[in-house]
């Protein structure tokens, strides 16, 4: 997918100076948030008998048990079965299998994949306060896969992530200060949400960090 900046930016000046910047942001951005196409066809996806038996109950300790269980199935490559512990914490609304389940539906991974139900299960997790479903939404609207891009939605998603101290929205935001696209161009503003994100070690942060100091911006934190 080929990205086209738009030059309407204001510091006209300052903007030529980090042109740099912009090409690796657009380069990198999307660095390790690629959707995997691997869908398989699995059995149809049902609760375990495990979790049957957890069904009428709605205990947040049960479902974070049966939680903890979809992600050593997955962790061990036992995707169709991680799917199936998954679905009734979902179900009852346990934020981290919403989000997993998402995970499985976006990669194809122990179920058809499908995009759009991937898109629920992310919603539901981060309507919850889940940073990475809300990160994930903020791709996708950035990008405008699965749904209409939106860049105002974008920047609400990962703002909310941010805010809750995620280092991958940091960067997005910073991102967008710093080309203007979805927020008003602000240097400033970048600085501050990639020191955020560099403090925790985001190595894309730290790059962008790093290439603004090179082009004469302050980024340490006395200035």
């Known amino acids: 997918m080929k990205f086209v900046r738009h030059a309407r930016f204001g510091f006209a000046a300052r903007a030529r100076c980090v042109r740099p910047l912009f090409a690796v942001l657009l380069s990198t951005l999307f660095a390790g948030h690629a959707v995997v196409a691997a869908a398989i066809?699995?059995?149809p996806l049902e609760t375990s008998r495990l979790l049957k038996s957890l069904a009428a109950f709605s205990e947040p300790d049960m479902?974070?048990?049966a939680y903890r269980e979809g992600v050593s199935q997955y962790e061990d490559g036992e995707?169709?079965?991680a799917a199936r512990t998954w679905l009734t914490p979902a179900k009852y609304g346990h934020a981290g299998a919403q989000f997993s389940l998402g995970v499985a539906y976006a990669t194809g991974n122990g179920v058809a994949q499908d995009l759009s139900t991937a898109i629920r299960w992310?919603?539901?997790a981060a309507r919850q306060g889940h940073a990475a479903a809300q990160v994930n939404l903020g791709l996708l609207y950035w990008r405008g896969v699965g749904v209409e891009k939106d860049l105002a939605k974008a920047r609400s998603w990962w703002r909310r992530a941010a805010d809750s101290g995620d280092a991958a929205a940091q960067f997005h935001l910073g991102a967008m200060a710093a080309t203007g696209?979805?927020?008003p161009l602000d240097f400033d503003s970048a600085i501050h949400w990639w020191r955020?994100?560099?403090a925790q070690g985001y190595e894309l942060a730290i790059e962008g960090l790093q290439i603004m100091?090179?082009?004469g911006f302050a980024v340490d934190k006395s200035r």
């Open 41 to 43: 066809v699995p059995e």
């Open 63 to 65: 479902m974070e048990t």
């Open 79 to 81: 995707y169709v079965e």
């Open 122 to 124: 992310w919603n539901e």
């Open 181 to 183: 696209e979805g927020a």
């Open 196 to 198: 955020l994100s560099a």
């Open 213 to 215: 100091q090179r082009h």
